[in-house]
């Protein structure tokens, strides 16, 4: 069993480079294809998976490194009934809203967290 890596971003993308900086480190680490990469997106980190790219910070990231996420066959979580889900329109990728009984088996599972 390969390990898993949780990602857990929280950081609004419109005013911080983590969440861009998170996406690139799952998209490099998961191609790797030598761990399980699991995205997690709370609070206005959600805004990371936003059509207009151009209106958060290090957008280059989000344009060059999401569609690699899609491709390694994982949804991305996100906080379950998150305010800004309304505020994405159509997405880069697929995700799937998570709540907090899933979120603490993903913790519960995962080998090793990386919090942005």
Same mark, same amino acid.
């Given at each position: 069993? /390969? ?6 971003? @929280? /950081?609004?993308?419109?005013? /911080?480079?983590?969440? *861009?900086?998170? +996406? ?11 761990? @399980?990469? &699991? &995205? ?7 805004? /990371? =998976? ?10 280059? $990231?989000? $344009?060059?490194? &999401? ?23 159509? @997405? ?9 009984? *899933?979120? *603490?088996? =993903?913790?519960? $599972?995962?080998?090793? +967290?990386?919090?942005?």
């Amino acid at each position: 069993m /390969s390990p898993t890596v949780l990602l857990l971003v @929280t /950081s609004d993308p419109r005013t /911080s480079p983590r969440p *861009a900086e998170a +996406i690139r480190i799952a998209a490099g680490v998961g191609t790797w294809k030598k761990a @399980t990469v &699991l &995205l997690y997106l709370h609070g206005p980190a959600v805004l /990371s =998976l936003s059509e207009f790219a151009d209106e958060l910070v290090d957008e280059d $990231n989000f $344009n060059r490194y &999401l569609p690699i996420l899609r491709d390694l066959g994982h949804p991305v979580h996100v906080e379950e009934g998150s305010s800004y889900l309304a505020e994405l329109g159509e @997405t880069p990728v697929p995700y799937q809203q998570t709540g907090t009984t *899933a979120l *603490a088996t =993903l913790l519960g $599972n995962a080998t090793a +967290i990386l919090r942005f």
